[in-house]
């Protein structure tokens, strides 16, 4: 699911990718499919706890 876009300091590496992912658990049977890409969402993270900004305005 990765988007085609510039890259960034904040991006997850392939190493760390392959140890959070393993950490994530399966999604549930019966709901809505995944539309996200989880390793978008923890370089989210990463870049908020670099910048050591609120998560939440």
Known sequence: M???RKPYST???DPQWAI???LIPAP???G???TV???EIMAWFKSR???KKA???
Do not use: F, W
Request: glycine share 4%.
């Open 2 to 4: 990765m988007t085609n």
């Open 11 to 13: 991006d997850i590496s």
């Open 20 to 22: 959070l992912k393993s």
């Open 28 to 30: 549930k049977t019966g």
């Open 32 to 34: 809505r499919p995944k």
């Open 37 to 39: 890409d989880m390793r």
């Open 49 to 51: 706890l670099q910048n």
């Open 55 to 57: 998560l939440m305005a």
